[in-house]
């Protein structure tokens, strides 16, 4: 199967500092990532989502100047969480159709833990 | 009304029981369906996808599509302790995008 990435997989930051998050597909190339967020004991939230070459699609309530999304290449997307608060702890996924045209079929990452203290 | 719902459990199963979990959408133009797994502290992964009415079998798991009711389900046979996880039902609506529901927690009992 296919095989998404993240770094790192957890972080301890300090509030008002900036956090990067990378994801890779290893063996495929994604020209789309999605970015998800989790908190504890509730459901998956989509961000946005990362497109190839051009900006990316956010989500209503999603704030872009706060999580800034580039999608450098064809196996590479990363999320900056900007100057982070504690409310911005949360568990970040990432995920890649293997195939552009099929987007219900998704590969997720292992996740990011962040922490904001 | 919630595009994509499910009931948030928890499903309690005996071991070796079949655990059934349901899916209901909103958007009649769906096409595809999906199931992920996803366990504690880890992200989903993808375990059954579906696309024409009836039933598909993958192993112990069977997913089930009705369109004109618009609900979707998973069973699970001979469940196992290993199974325990929350379910969620993703669907891939006509605007592109896939639509997960809020997740199914299952505990399956020894």
């Known amino acids: 199967g296919a095989v998404v990435s993240q770094h790192p997989s957890w972080v301890i930051c300090k509030s008002g500092t900036s956090v990067k998050i990378e994801c890779r597909s290893l063996d495929f190339q994604a020209t789309t990532m999605f970015w998800y967020r989790q908190f504890p004991k509730q459901s998956l939230m989509l961000m946005a989502t990362?497109?190839?070459?051009?900006?990316?699609?956010?989500e209503q309530g999603v704030e872009k100047d706060k999580f800034l999304i580039n999608h450098a290449s064809l196996t590479l997307s990363t999320l900056t969480v900007t100057s982070a608060h504690p409310e911005d702890s949360s568990f970040y996924i990432c995920s890649a159709p293997l195939t552009s045209g099929m987007v219900g079929e998704q590969y997720f990452g292992p996740g990011t833990r962040l922490t904001v203290t | 009304q919630k595009e994509v719902e499910q009931n948030s459990g928890p499903l309690s199963v005996p071991e070796g029981a079949i655990a059934s979990l349901n899916c209901t959408y909103s958007d009649r133009g769906s096409q595809s369906f999906f199931w992920y797994r996803q366990y504690s502290g880890k992200s989903p992964e993808l375990i059954m996808s579906i696309y024409s009415n009836g039933d598909k079998e993958d192993g112990r798991f069977t997913a089930q599509l009705n369109k004109a009711s618009q609900y979707v389900s998973l069973l699970i046979r001979d469940s196992q302790p290993s199974d325990s996880a929350t379910y969620l039902c993703?669907?891939?609506?006509?605007?592109?995008?896939?639509?997960f529901g809020g997740g199914t927690r299952l505990m399956v009992k020894p």
């Open positions: 990362s497109n190839e070459g051009s900006k990316a699609t956010y």
């Open positions: 993703a669907v891939h609506n006509a605007g592109n995008m896939l639509t």
